[in-house]
Nanobody, 115 residues
């Protein structure tokens, strides 16, 4: 069972940027699609972005053009660069494989967008 540790969340003003990191406990991203998810208070967890082992990326419509997912296989790490942040981006962000392993959810990292 792989473990994920997310970091990089913070309080940021609208229009600001953040870079999230996700470290996996073993070399998994080389072989599986990696995904960033988020869950806002009172809502279901949703897929934000994904990246295949070959580097093909996919984004939810609301994130296209603002978020960029990337992967460093040597470091077993996936990143999410978030620009032009909006109030509605406030959520806890998680990484996992895509589709997700239900036994591998980490603690997530909180992103709060507020003026």
């Amino acid at each position: 069972q792989v473990q994920f540790v997310e970091s990089g969340g913070d309080l940021v003003q609208p229009g600001g940027s953040l870079r999230l990191s996700c470290a996996a406990s073993r070399n998994i991203f080389r072989f599986y699609v990696a995904g960033w998810y988020r869950q806002a208070s009172g809502t279901q967890r949703e897929l934000v972005a994904s990246i295949t082992s070959g580097g093909k990326t996919n984004y939810a419509d609301a994130m296209t053009g603002r978020f960029t997912i990337s992967r460093d296989n040597a470091k077993n790490t996936v990143y999410l660069q978030m620009n032009s942040l909006r109030l509605e981006d406030t959520a806890k962000y998680y990484c996992n494989t895509h589709p997700p392993d239900p036994n591998s959810w980490g603690q997530g990292t909180q992103v709060t967008v507020s003026s």
